[in-house]
Structure formats: C-alpha cells, structure tokens
C-alpha cells in the first residue's frame, strides 16, 4: 500500500511564496520513476482540480490559472514531487494533493493553503 504525505502548507499573504512537497511510501523507486505525478487542489465546496504534472523525464503541464507562478519538479530518488508556488493569489486557497497519473495511489491528507491578508 503507497502512502503519499503532502506537506509544506500553510498561511501566506498575496504575493507570497509556498513550496510543497508530496512523499510516496511503499513503493521503489523504479517504479515511482515510471508514473506521470500530478499536483492537485480542492476547495471548499468545489470538486479537485489539477494544477500541474510532471512526467518521468521532466516534462511539465500547468494549469492555465497557474502558469507563470507555479513550478512542479521532481526528485525520483528521493520519490518526491515538489511544487513550488509564486506570487499566490486568494484563490489558490485550497487543499493541495499529488497522486500518480493512471490508477490513483491512495490519496494523502493534503496539505492545506491559505492565502489571505
């Protein structure tokens, strides 16, 4: 059984910066390589959503909403995929989750951000 933590959320102001980390448990590493990972978020009230993804070589996809201030990368021997968010905005106000592309692992806990003044 896989088991991800998110974590580095937290309250920041407009303007400011987070950067989350998602750790996969359980698995190898080769297989951990293999997987497209995805970062996602929830709202309160809302449905998840996905915000960005990163294949095994690298290659990334942002949502439209967070191109220009998010970064997602990876470290596969570490089996972790990081997100790096700039310039956040209120609306970025949600729960953040990764999980692999395909058949979701379990899904972690989240973390959760909070951009407010």
């Known amino acids: 059984q896989v088991q991800l933590v998110e974590s580095g959320g937290g309250l920041v102001q407009p303007g400011g910066s987070l950067r989350l980390s998602c750790a996969a448990f359980?698995?190898?590493?080769?297989?951990?390589?293999?997987?497209?990972m995805h970062w996602y978020c929830q709202a309160p009230g809302k449905q998840r959503e996905l915000v960005a993804s990163?294949?095994?070589?690298?290659?990334?996809n942002y949502a439209d909403s967070v191109k220009g201030r998010f970064t997602i990368s990876r470290d596969n021997a570490k089996k972790t995929v990081y997100l790096q968010m700039n310039n956040l905005k209120p609306e970025d106000t949600a729960v953040y989750y990764c999980?692999?592309?395909?058949?979701?692992?379990?899904w972690g806990q989240g973390t959760q951000v909070t951009v407010s003044s």
């Open positions: 999980n692999r592309d395909t058949v979701p692992w379990s």
């Open positions: 359980g698995t190898a590493i080769s297989i951990y390589s293999m997987y497209i």
């Open positions: 990163i294949t095994s070589r690298g290659s990334t």
